[in-house]
Structure formats: structure tokens, C-alpha cells
């Protein structure tokens, strides 16, 4: 599905309960025709955020492949949502593959940000995880014909606690996918008996991050693709009042000048000439004197107008407790504004084809992406698929 991360994160589970297949040929447009990913037994993968079968895939070969809306930004979240689910499955780790961020098979977690990761989606996986080892071993009970306090799970399988042979997790779910709805009152393991969680670990990405083998989203490339660079306004609100398309015609691998109102964008067969051609490009903007001065932007930010007050979080009576407060300290913090973005160009790619639009994506946020794609586009969100690709 991804053929630069494959060898890496395969989605392909050979054989098992959940098996997710693609289409690998020739071209990615493969992505746009695989909105509904089938598997073995003839179902399409759920992602709805309270099924099992949403968040985790058991294949034939031992492995399980966690599906994750939260996305990995660079904080390691990729090696902490596997220790969390390879935990709860009791499987060791490098036998647990992550995918995320994919609008067509992870669950819509909401966005990346702060500690929800863990916290929250973290939380989720690690439930759809007990429930689903709570099942393997429910399965292995009727299998066995033993009751479920008998038997222990470890290693992949489960087996009596008094010794003997054990069941595979592939073995007990071969016959059909899990299908069954995520416990939230599911028994989580106890803390005392965790091998994985709260241990230091290897990064699973920093080896090819090192290595320079990693691709990131600037690097990803599909077939037949070309190159657009956005010519920007020299002020915020300007308007782009006329364009001259002839200062860009000598650029080889010229494609196309785009202009939709104020946007103006100029497109090639290669970045470098797209660069130039939007350096090159002459355009002529109204004037706009809208911005703050540098040194009054505080001033400016305080006298904005409020649009809404959020409550996160009210305990006791604080007004009350400051008015019996024998000294009170006041104080305001100010933290400076800096651009919120990635080291590298921002940048995504978008492929429409047969009325279906993909789009890979380094967003903190891809289900939401999904949403804003499928508006300005005029689509059904249906018809929109976003794959997180780290930038």
C-alpha cells in the first residue's frame, strides 16, 4: 500500500481472521481503488472507534497490526501504541506492526496533539486489546473445554496454566474476524505483571531516521506525479489584481499557471522548476497595512476580541478561596509566537481519479483533513481518503 514502508509495515497479514488486502500494481492509484478494503471472509475492515476489529488485526503468521488515528509527529508514539497493544495481546513486540492516520482503515481518534495520544487513544487501544485477549481466551476455553481461569495467555497463544499444549491466537481465529464491540469495563492487566509498558525501549523508527532510509512526506513520490509551488501575497488580505503568464513561458517543463481568485499557483514536471517559475512568476497585489507593529503584538493579541470560553476543568470555588486568601500574587506569562510547522516545505499529495480523491498527508488530524477535503472539493467524505505519511 505504501511501497516505500512496506518491507517495514506491511498491511499485507498472510491469511488469519482480518486480512486486509491491495492492490500493489504498477501504479498507486491502486489507493483510490481500494476504499473499501476487503478481507478474507468477504467483510470490509470496520473503523468505527467501537469495534475490536477497528484497532487490531490478527494474521496467521503470529503477528497483530494496530490500526491508530493518533499519528506519530516525531514523539515516539509509533513504539509507545505498540508496547501498549503488544502488552495487553501478551505478544512480544517485534511481532506488532502500526499503521495510522489512514481515513480508510484506523479509527477516527481526533487529533494529534499534547498528551491525548496516550491518553486517549493510547487508552482506547489498549481496551480493544484486553477485549480481545479476554475473547482468545474465551475461545480457547471452549476449544480446550476447560474454564477460562485455567488458562493463561502468553507468547502469541493460550495455554493451560498447568502446562501442556497451547492455541495459537491464528489458530483460534481462523474461522472468521473477531466482531465484537471494544469493553470499556474490560479487566486491563495489572501493572505489577507488565514486560513491556513502562520499560525503555528501542524507537521503531529512529534506525531508519538515522540512516537516512526514512521517508518522510517530502520524499514520497507516486507515479506520473508533477510539481506545484503556491506563489504567496507579499501582505496578509492582498488581492491578486493581474498576472502575466508570458514571464514564465521560457521555464522548461512549464505545465500550467493556476489562478482561482486570489490564488496563484504555478505547476511543472519537476519541483525545481516549479520553484522557479513561482519566484519568476510576475503578479501584481493590492497593498494591505492590516498587521500590528512587532513591538505592540501583545498589546494587539490582548485587545482581540474573545470569540469563546472553554472550560476544561472547574474544581471547588476559587473566587471564594482568593477573597479569604491572606496575599494574593498576580501575575500574566507571555510565550513567543513562532511558526507552527514542519522543518522541511509543507506539503502534501493529492490524486483524484475516477471521482475518488487521495490524498497523502503529514497532518496532525487526517479524519478531520478527510472532512475539509470532501467540502472544498465538492465530494462525499466517502469519496476522500487521507493517509498520514510523517513529515
Not at 478494503?37 to 470490509?44: A, C, D, K, L
Not at 501583545?298 to 472553554?310: E, F, G, I, L, N
Amino acid at each position: 500500500m505504501n511501497a516505500p514502508t512496506l518491507s517495514r509495515r506491511s498491511l499485507l497479514l498472510q491469511g488469519g481472521a482480518l486480512v486486509v488486502g491491495f492492490s500493489l500494481s504498477g501504479s498507486r492509484a491502486a489507493h483510490a481503488q481500494a476504499f473499501a478494503p476487503v478481507v478474507t471472509n468477504g467483510f470490509s475492515k470496520p473503523i468505527a472507534p467501537d469495534q475490536v476489529d477497528s484497532f487490531l488485526a490478527l494474521g496467521a503468521d503470529g503477528r497483530a497490526t494496530i490500526f491508530s488515528g493518533k499519528v506519530d509527529l516525531g514523539t515516539g508514539i509509533e513504539t509507545a501504541m505498540a508496547q501498549i497493544a503488544a502488552e495487553e495481546l501478551d505478544l512480544p513486540l517485534d511481532r506488532v506492526t502500526f499503521v495510522q492516520g489512514d481515513t480508510a482503515l484506523t479509527p477516527d481518534q481526533g487529533p494529534t496533539y499534547g498528551s491525548l495520544s496516550i491518553q486517549k487513544g493510547g487508552v482506547e487501544i489498549r481496551q480493544a486489546a484486553a477485549t480481545a485477549r479476554a475473547r482468545l481466551v474465551q475461545l480457547a476455553s471452549e476449544r480446550l473445554r476447560v474454564p477460562t481461569e485455567t488458562l493463561v495467555s502468553e507468547n502469541g497463544a493460550v495455554r493451560p496454566k498447568a502446562g501442556g499444549a497451547g492455541i495459537t491466537y491464528a489458530e483460534l481465529v481462523k474461522d472468521g474476524r473477531l466482531d465484537l464491540k471494544v469493553d470499556p469495563a474490560v479487566a486491563t492487566k495489572d501493572p505489577a505483571t507488565f514486560a513491556l509498558v513502562g520499560k525503555s525501549v528501542a524507537r521503531i523508527d529512529i534506525p531508519d531516521k538515522v540512516s537516512g532510509r526514512f521517508t518522510y512526506m517530502q520524499d514520497y513520490r507516486v507515479p506520473g506525479m508533477v510539481h506545484a509551488r503556491v506563489v504567496r501575497p507579499p501582505a496578509i488580505g492582498a488581492d491578486l489584481q493581474s498576472v502575466d503568464e508570458a514571464s514564465v513561458a521560457g521555464i522548461p517543463g512549464l505545465i500550467q499557471v493556476v489562478r482561482q481568485g486570489n490564488f496563484l499557483a504555478v505547476v511543472a514536471e519537476k519541483e525545481w522548476a516549479a520553484a522557479k517559475g513561482a519566484g519568476q512568476i510576475k503578479a501584481t497585489w493590492s497593498k494591505w497595512e492590516g498587521l500590528p507593529e512587532q513591538d505592540k503584538l501583545w498589546q494587539h493579541v490582548r485587545a482581540t476580541k474573545v470569540t469563546k470560553d472553554d472550560v476544561t476543568s472547574s474544581t471547588g470555588d476559587a473566587d471564594a478561596a482568593l477573597g479569604k486568601a491572606a496575599r494574593v500574587l498576580e501575575a500574566s506569562y507571555d510565550f513567543a509566537i513562532h511558526t507552527h510547522g514542519s522543518i522541511g516545505p509543507s506539503c502534501a499529495i493529492a490524486e483524484f481519479k475516477d471521482g475518488l480523491l487521495t490524498c497523502w498527508t503529514a497532518s496532525q488530524m487526517t479524519h478531520a483533513l478527510r472532512k475539509q477535503l470532501a467540502a472544498m472539493a465538492g465530494l462525499a467524505p466517502e469519496a476522500v481518503r487521507c493517509i498520514y505519511v510523517e513529515g
